[in-house]
Structure formats: C-alpha cells, structure tokens
C-alpha cells in the first residue's frame, strides 16, 4: 500500500439490527475519509484493520459516504468487537479486481453471445455496475427482467447500466449501510 495515498481514521464498529445473529459487523466510513476516495460508488481498498491486514470492497452508504462489511474472521484477528472503536489505514487498489457473475447472469451471457462479447470489453468496474443493477431489485422476477434486458442492451452495444445511480444517494434504492443494532 502506498502510505501517501494512506487514508487514516477511527470508526465504530457495528453489529447490524438485521439479520438477527449476525456473524459479520460493519463501520461507516468518516466523511472526511470517504471523501478522498476515487469515487462515491463502490471502491475497492487494501489497508489494516485495527493492524490486520486486509482487502475489500467498500459499499456506498447512500448519503455520499461508504460502509465496510466486516467478517468475523478478520474482526476476531484484530481483537475488535462491535462497539469498539477501530483504528483504519486504508488507499484505494491500483486495479478494480473482477466482480464475481452469478450463475444466472452467466448462463444468460452465454445464450447471448453479442451481449457476451460486448460484456468482455467492458472494465471490471462496467462489469460490477451491470451485475448490481441486474441483481439490485427486490422481486425475482425483477431480477429476471434486468438480466434478459441487461444482455439485449449490451448485445445492441450499450456499456452502461441506464439510469445507474452507483453512490445510492438520489435512487436510495437498496443501497446504505446497514442499520446498527441497539
């Protein structure tokens, strides 16, 4: 990690009220923080963890920030527990790492082969973008519309997901950090 990219700060770490029994926690990044990032949408980081090492995709919180998923692995590593205070360095990757494709966003790419190609020029952040926007509604049969609309747009050359709000500030849909247990 590149210490003068290095982002430092203190947050509290969170159980989240939903679901119940929760093995992972979560913080909100500071404003401050967040802001020094390359984008207000998802952004991969390396950095430590109240002094692990660790790697991951920060989500955004809808209010022009990020939260950070936090595993039990790598919460009980660094001795933390929710409502701990935890001290973060953290600096953007170099190179977005790919997304990982659903099954069924992978079969319908393979049914779809223009839409296929299309797909294997776009960059793993395109990519990213266009999995949670086929994933992102609340129906399965929403799911199913976005996928088969999804590859017909690409298959007629569209590399953007339309109308995409990649911060979740104006859409709210379900994007934001989750909300802290009492």
Known sequence: MSTSAAIRFTAPLHRPAEPKGATWTFLVLPQAASAK?????????????????FHATLEPD???SHWLKVEKALREAAGVAAGDKVDLVIAPVKD?????????IRKALA?????EAVWASLTPVARRDWI?????GKKAETRVKRIASGC???ASGKRRACCFDRSGMYSKGNMGAPVAAE
């Open 132 to 136: 949670h926007w086929m994933t992102s």
């Open 96 to 104: 977005e790492p790919e997304p990982t494709v659903p099954a069924d």
């Open 37 to 53: 990032l390359p984008a207000r949408s998802m952004t991969t980081v390396e950095g430590t963890f109240a002094g692990q090492p």
């Open 152 to 154: 017909d747009m690409l």
């Open 62 to 64: 809808g209010e022009g």
């Open 111 to 115: 049914a779809a082969p223009e839409a």
